[in-house]
């Protein structure tokens, strides 16, 4: 398993922007694919962006598409999602997982991080 621990999170005005970051512990963060989830209350929990192991190919979807940006660095072991023109429905404790993989609508990951509490304000 990949240690994963994300920052970044806290609280923002409807419009503003977020920067999260995820580091991984694992010198092999390079060969896996890298996704970023969030959970609001009450809700299950929704993919929100990934990444390659290149880095070449991302995949949103609609609700963040055009505001949200997954990028990585493999030489510093981390991912990051950028997220702009937030919307108070992107409040949410958002996660970053590794070694993810896709079944028609539904992910799995092999490891999980702890989490980061994101709150936009109306």
């Known amino acids: 398993q990949v240690q994963l621990v994300e920052s970044g999170g806290g609280w923002m005005q409807a419009g503003g922007s977020l920067r999260l970051s995820c580091a991984a512990s694992?010198?092999?963060?390079?060969?896996?694919?890298i996704g970023w989830f969030r959970q609001a209350p009450w809700k299950e929990r929704e993919f929100v962006a990934a990444?390659?192991?290149?880095?070449?190919?991302?995949n949103y979807p609609n609700p963040v598409k055009g505001r949200f940006t997954i990028s990585r660095d493999n030489a510093k072991n981390t991912v990051y999602l950028q997220m702009n023109s937030l919307k108070p429905e992107d409040t949410a404790v958002y996660y970053c997982?590794?070694?993810?993989?896709?079944?028609?609508?539904?992910?799995?990951?092999?490891?999980w991080g702890q989490g980061t509490q994101v709150t936009v304000s109306s």
């Open positions: 997982a590794a070694e993810i993989r896709r079944s028609g609508d539904t992910w799995s990951a092999g490891s």
């Open positions: 694992r010198r092999t963060f390079g060969t896996y694919a």
């Open positions: 990444i390659g192991w290149s880095g070449s190919t991302t």
